[in-house]
């Protein structure tokens, strides 16, 4: 179920301790510019912030960050280097039949997954199987569908009649699993960057 959003107190404090420097800085011509040079440094990181983390869920935001270079994705060579997200996980943006998702890449995941509301926009002709596919996750074992990616694009990188699984239990997320990484030349983590190889690298994908 949802998660009711709850009060920061941190945020608060620093919203009055601002007030009161603003305030006290009135009559104090030095401090008057100090505080000004930091309110302004603190709307660009709040501003650095709400573009680098919204603009996972907002396409608008997404574009405003890939022209800030804040862009979490880039082709370099014959590489697709993912850099790691907040969450300390790595995603990409993938295009999936023709519709934009974003994908978790997941090592420990044995074949890709999708929610039901991914795999329709995608055009996936999901096939319930005749013996359930039947998956272990932290929830428990769940029963999957399966179905084929036609093609699935990011960065330098093509898959092509990529199997998935499909279920429900997924809620909305995602994964890009081992069936997928063991397609590519090579992969590799570095610091917090994915290092993604393809055998046969392509034009670069818009984003």
């Known amino acids: ?44 990181l709040l501003l650095y912030a709400a573009i680098a983390e919204r603009g996972r869920f907002d396409p608008w935001l997404g574009r405003a960050a890939a022209a ?17 997200s907040r969450d300390g996980h790595f995603y990409v943006r993938a295009s999936l039949g023709g519709v934009e998702r974003r994908l978790l890449v997941d090592s420990g995941a044995t074949i890709t997954a999708l929610s039901p509301a991914t795999a ?18 932290a929830n428990g074992t769940i029963r999957a569908d399966t179905g084929e990616i036609a093609e699935l694009r990011f960065g330098n990188v093509v898959a092509r009649d990529l199997a998935v699984v499909v279920s429900p239990a997924f809620g909305d997320i995602d994964v890009l699993g081992m069936n997928f990484l063991s397609r590519l030349k090579s992969w590799r983590v570095e610091g917090k960057t994915l290092i993604l190889t393809p055998n046969h690298p392509q034009d670069a994908a818009e984003s």
């Open 1 to 44: 179920m949802p998660a009711d959003v709850v009060s920061n107190p941190q945020f608060y404090i620093l919203l009055g301790a601002l007030f009161l420097a603003a305030v006290a800085a009135r009559r104090i011509p030095v401090l008057r510019t100090l505080v000004s040079v930091a309110l302004w440094i603190g709307a660009g």
């Open 120 to 137: 329709s926009a995608a055009g996936v002709e999901v096939k319930p199987a005749v013996f359930p596919v039947l998956l272990k996750t």
């Open 68 to 84: 800030l270079n804040l862009d979490d994705q880039k082709v370099a060579g014959a590489e697709t280097r993912i850099r790691m």
